[in-house]
T-cell receptor, first 109, second 118 residues
Framework: GDSVTQMEGPVTLSEEAFLTINCTYT??????LFWYVQYPGEGLQLLLK?????DKGSNKGFEATYRKETTSFHLEKGSVQVSDSAVYFC????????FGKGTLLTVNP | EPEVTQTPSHQVTQMGQEVILRCVPI?????FYWYRQILGQKVEFLVS????????KSEIFDDQFSVERPDGSNFTLKIRSTKLEDSAMYFC????????????????FGPGTRLLVL
């Protein structure tokens, strides 16, 4: 069945560092791919998405490119801020979402 | 901005008791979902609901679970006789439409209910 594997973390970075959180998936079709973020005490919020191969999703300085050939959707940000501290979930979906385990990111000043 | 709400935020119950988790989806959404996340594990799909019936359910969603849309705004998840292993964060989600197997309208999630079964 479908599955998502993401870097488990935790990841600790200094402010302005470069961020990569790896995500790979298995799926025989052409699912949409998502990154959700969960800030402390809040629900899951959509960060970005891509619906077909080679699409790049972007939001708030974060980017991820749908790579069909490597079945990956890695999340990147060039310069993280303290306010980016959260748990990040990679997910794939057609009708229902399949999530990765989440990666806790802590950004220190 | 419209949002999905869930109550209660936390619930503690004794094993064998019934619990009802409540959700108010975004008002013009038609598809509703429950997911759960056991501590330290993945967020897992439980069930989807459309047009007053279950569209799909996972193997987790056994006879102890049921969902209902009792009125025009609430969407509930009932666990009839809770077990220790039901302790988890339960998320409700909704979206306006579902595009089928190859597309997906964004699902909007609530903040979750943390259930602890003692």
């Amino acid at each position: 069945g479908d599955s998502v594997t993401q870097m488990e973390g935790p990841v600790t970075l200094s402010e302005e560092a470069f961020l990569t959180i790896n995500c790979t998936y298995t799926d025989t079709g052409y699912p949409s791919l998502f990154w959700y973020v969960q800030y402390p005490g809040e629900g899951l919020q959509l960060l970005l998405k891509a619906t077909k191969a080679d699409d790049k999703g972007s939001n708030k300085g974060f980017e991820a490119t749908y790579r069909k050939e490597t079945t990956s959707f890695h999340l990147e940000k060039g310069s993280v801020q303290v306010s980016d501290s959260a748990v990040y979930f990679c997910a794939l979906g057609g009708y229902k979402l399949t999530f990765g385990k989440g990666t806790l990111l802590t950004v220190n000043p | 901005e419209p949002e999905v709400t869930q109550t209660p935020s936390h619930q503690v119950t004794q094993m064998g008791q019934e619990v009802i988790l409540r959700c108010v989806p975004i008002s013009n959404h038609l598809y509703f979902y429950w997911y759960r996340q056991i501590l330290g594990q993945k967020v897992e799909f439980l069930v989807s609901f459309y047009n007053n019936e279950i569209s799909e359910k996972s193997e987790i969603f056994d006879d102890q679970f049921s969902v209902e849309r009792p009125d025009g705004s609430n969407f509930t998840l009932k666990i009839r006789s809770t077990k220790l292993e039901d302790s988890a964060m339960y998320f409700c989600a909704s979206n306006r439409l579902s595009g089928g197997s190859n597309t997906q309208e964004t699902q909007y999630f609530g903040p979750g209910t943390r259930l602890l079964v003692l």
